[in-house]
């Protein structure tokens, strides 16, 4: 049973304390309450947190996110790959812990957490603003499931939405000149060539690209089955993104820029390395990749700026433009599901409904004996109506001359 004993401060003040045992029996208390009801209602509380098995051992509140954000990072840590926790580990170390790593994880508050956020978006993006929210959410989540937190503060807060923006494709004669441009850099890489075209023809991740060797290499196909991931300031070799290898199609007007590389490279080393033979790392905004960039953009005011990520999206786009199928489409780019690149993807399916169209009008033609071109004398759809309207006027008149 818990008890209520009443003592004094030096100053005469009068206080309570609360001596109570832990389900597991171990004596505690807990003093400073100025008033006995204050003292009643916490002895309360932990009668029926023991009774519904939800009592919480206030001294582990005490823990520091901190202390616990370190347990978290080595656990965290070990199941993500060095490329997805590399900007979770920024996250911790920039933004998290100079803002609670002092704070006891029960002093934390819904409000001041909600505060953080919005100070955060001030300075960064929406993106940067929920990964930094994660890492804060799912510390207090460890410790709501290790039995140190009743509720989790920072559940359900309201975080900013990142704009939408439309991946940026390269025509077709875009990318032969970009090709062109890497090639032709006073200090490009000898293999700068190769490496644009397999990005921009075959949609690799740089990643996966840095990962390729001769073996990969198969006739008309590529087999990604490795991904090279920066961890720290070291690239290091792992499983391709969602873990899943895929195979894709390796067109001849690559074969002809890879197969020099190929050839003198024996099987097991990498097409790629840097000058140190080492997995390469994706070129940044001063480089032979971004110096390219700009060559093209002085050539052609319409060519866009672009990172080797955004290569991959223009093979999508032409793949996209060959017909391939949406499951060939969702191969090509190592997407989990279909939906995943109908979702990012699929405006540029939309002007096949015309396509479909046609190919239809083509088809009950042929079946009516009707030339496909009288029905389009009608135009587009807005003028069905102008067809009924008039349709509707020679039927008044008939109407009217036969009365």
Not at 279 to 307: E, H, M
Request: proline residues 5%.
């Amino acid at each position: 049973m818990a008890s209520i004993e009443t003592y004094y401060l030096k100053s005469g003040a009068e206080r309570y304390r609360v001596h109570y045992r832990t389900p597991d029996g171990k004596p505690k208390e807990k003093s400073s309450f100025k008033t006995k009801r204050d003292a009643n209602a916490f002895k309360a509380r932990v009668t029926v947190s023991k009774l519904d098995a939800t009592y919480i051992d206030p001294a582990k509140g005490k823990v520091t996110v901190g202390e616990l954000g370190k347990r978290w990072a080595k656990v965290k840590e070990s199941q993500m790959k060095p490329s997805g926790w590399r900007s979770y580990e920024s996250a911790w170390r920039v933004h998290v812990e100079p803002e609670w790593g002092k704070t006891p994880i029960a002093k934390i508050e819904r409000l001041a957490v909600e505060e953080w956020i919005a100070d955060l978006g001030e300075d960064l993006g929406a993106k940067s603003v929920q990964r930094c929210h994660s890492v804060l959410y799912s510390i207090l989540k460890m410790a709501v499931e290790n039995r140190m937190l009743t509720v989790n503060p920072a559940a359900g807060i309201p975080l900013p939405s990142p704009e939408e923006t439309d991946p940026v494709f390269l025509t077709h004669s875009q990318l032969e000149m970009f090709i062109t441009e890497a090639d032709a850099g006073t200090r490009t890489r000898k293999d700068a060539a190769a490496i644009v075209a397999v990005l921009g023809y075959c949609g690799l991740r740089w990643g996966e690209l840095a990962a390729l060797t001769p073996d990969h290499v198969d006739g008309n196909r590529l087999h990604v089955l490795k991904n090279a991931a920066q961890a720290g300031t070291k690239m290091v070799l792992g499983s391709t993104k969602g873990g899943k290898r895929r195979v894709v199609p390796l067109p001849h007007r690559v074969q002809t820029l890879l197969a020099p590389i190929v050839n003198s490279t024996t099987s097991k080393h990498i097409l790629f390395p840097d000058r140190n033979g080492d997995y390469s790392k994706s070129p940044g905004r001063d480089s032979w990749f971004s110096a390219a960039v700009t060559r093209c953009q002085a050539k052609d005011p319409t060519f866009p700026d672009l990172t080797p990520h955004k290569l991959r999206h223009t093979a999508i786009s032409l793949a996209i433009r060959t017909k391939a199928s949406i499951k060939v489409v969702q191969k090509i780019a190592g997407h989990k599901s279909a939906t995943m690149t109908l979702d990012r993807y699929g405006h540029l399916m939309s002007d096949e409904l015309d396509e479909v169209a046609d190919a239809l009008d083509a088809a009950a033609g042929k079946v009516l004996g009707v030339d496909p071109e009288v029905w389009k004398s009608y135009g587009n759809p807005t003028n069905v109506e102008n067809l009924y309207n008039a349709h509707k006027s020679t039927t008044d008149t008939e109407n009217e001359i036969s009365a």
